[in-house]
C-alpha cells in the first residue's frame, strides 16, 4: 500500500479469508487422498514466455503444493497454433489423473482463445473459462466459477457487502473477469453496468456506482473524483509494481470499502482455483466409484 495516503476507507483484505479457503481445500485434498488414493492435480498450461504469465502460474503451482494438489506443467512455446494447443488440452481433458485444468490468459494472439478454452471438459474447468461455466454463472446455476470473479464475490460476501438492488458498474469485459463479474452480480440481483474501450462518459457512470469492479489493465486508472462517496471499490488490476487499475490513495479517501493491492483479489483468485480443483477432483472419483458400481 502506498505510505502516506489518507485512508478512511475500509480495507478488504482478501489474504486471511483465502488462507482459510485454501487450509479447507487441503483438508479435503488429504480427506480425498486417504479414502481413495487420489491426489488433486491441477494441470497448468502456459503458451509463450510472457514472464507476468509465467509468474501467475509458478505461483498456482506453489501454492496447489501447499494444499496437497499435484500439478502437471505444460509449458508451450509461443508459435503453437490453435490447433496444437487444442490437442494438448483435449489430452488434457482425457486423462484421469488430472482433475483440474487452467490455460493461462491471455494466448498469443494468433491463437482462437475461445476454441482453445472449448477445449477443456467442462468437468475440469476449474478456471471457469468455458461457455458451459459461464451460462452458468449467468443463469445463476451451480458450477465452476471464473476464478477472479468468483473470488470476488466471495470478498463481497465476506465484508456484508449488500448486493441486491446495488448499482455495481464492471470496467472492462473481458471473458475471464470483467463479463463474468457483472454476470454474477447480477445472478445476485445487482443493476449491473458493464463498461469498455468503447465506452463514452467513463468518469460519470461509475461516479453513479454503489460497487465499482475495476478490471482495465491500466495502473491508477480509476481515479477518485470519479467515485460516489460510500462506494465499495473492488480493484482487480493487478499491473507491475504492485500498482492496481484504482488510483488507490485517491480512492481510499472517498470509498467506504477497498480492496487493497496486493493481498485484496489477487489471493482470493488463487483460492478459489484450488478450492475448485478440490470439487473437481471429488466429483470425478465419485462418478469414477459409480462408474465401477454400474450406476453412472
Ligand atoms: P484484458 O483481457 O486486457 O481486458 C481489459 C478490459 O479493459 C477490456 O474489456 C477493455 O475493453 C477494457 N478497457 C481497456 N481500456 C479501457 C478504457 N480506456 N476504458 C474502459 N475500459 C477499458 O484484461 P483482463 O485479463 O480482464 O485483466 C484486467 C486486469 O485484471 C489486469 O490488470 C490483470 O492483470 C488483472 N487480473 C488480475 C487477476 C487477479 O487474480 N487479481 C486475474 C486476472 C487478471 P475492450 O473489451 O473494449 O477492449
Redo the contacts with the bound molecule.
Keep these: 500500500m502506498p505510505g502516506g495516503v489518507r485512508v478512511t476507507a475500509e480495507l478488504m483484505v482478501g489474504t486471511d479469508l483465502a488462507a482459510e479457503m485454501v487450509a479447507n481445500a487441503a483438508t479435503r485434498a488429504e480427506k480425498l487422498r486417504e479414502s481413495t488414493g487420489v491426489q488433486p492435480c491441477l494441470a497448468t498450461v502456459l503458451v509463450g514466455d510472457g514472464p507476468?504469465s509465467a509468474t501467475?502460474v509458478r505461483m498456482k503451482q506453489n501454492r496447489s503444493k501447499k494444499a496437497g494438489i499435484g500439478s502437471r506443467s505444460v509449458v508451450l512455446p509461443s508459435a503453437t497454433t490453435t490447433a496444437e494447443l487444442v490437442a494438448t488440452l483435449t489430452e488434457l481433458s482425457n486423462d484421469s489423473a488430472v482433475h483440474g485444468i487452467l490455460l493461462q490468459?491471455?494466448v498469443p494472439g494468433h491463437i482462437d482463445e475461445r476454441a482453445a478454452f472449448e477445449a477443456i471438459d467442462p468437468a475440469k474447468d476449474v478456471d471457469g473459462v468455458t461457455m458451459h461455466a459461464f451460462a452458468a454463472m449467468a443463469f445463476g446455476e451451480p458450477g465452476f466459477r471464473s476464478?477472479?470473479p468468483g473470488?470476488i464475490m466471495r470478498l463481497l460476501e465476506a465484508y456484508d457487502v449488500p448486493i441486491s438492488g446495488a448499482h455495481a458498474v464492471v470496467?472492462?469485459?473481458?471473458?475471464?473477469?470483467?463479463?463474468p463479474a457483472g454476470m454474477l452480480l447480477l445472478a445476485s440481483d445487482a443493476t449491473v453496468t458493464y463498461?469498455?474501450?468503447?465506452?463514452v462518459g467513463?468518469p460519470e457512470i461509475v461516479r453513479t456506482a454503489d460497487i465499482v469492479v475495476?478490471?482495465?489493465?491500466?495502473?491508477n486508472?480509476v481515479r477518485g473524483d470519479w467515485l460516489k462517496p460510500g462506494a465499495v471499490v473492488i480493484d482487480?488490476?493487478?499491473?507491475e509494481g504492485n500498482v492496481?487499475?484504482v488510483h488507490f490513495g485517491e480512492a481510499a479517501a472517498v470509498a467506504r470499502l477497498i480492496t487493497p493491492?496486493p493481498g485484496?483479489?489477487?489471493?482470493?483468485?488463487?483460492a478459489l482455483l484450488l478450492e475448485q480443483t478440490v470439487d473437481a477432483a471429488e466429483a470425478q472419483s465419485e462418478t469414477a466409484v459409480q462408474s465401477v458400481a454400474g450406476l453412472a
Excluded at 171 to 179: A, F, T, V
Design positions: 507476468a501467475y490468459h491471455p476464478c477472479t473470488g470496467i472492462g469485459r473481458s471473458p475471464i473477469l470483467g463479463k463498461t469498455h474501450s468503447r465506452t467513463l475495476a478490471a482495465v489493465g491500466k495502473a486508472f482487480a488490476g493487478y499491473n492496481g487499475d493491492v485484496g483479489v489477487g489471493p482470493m483468485t488463487i
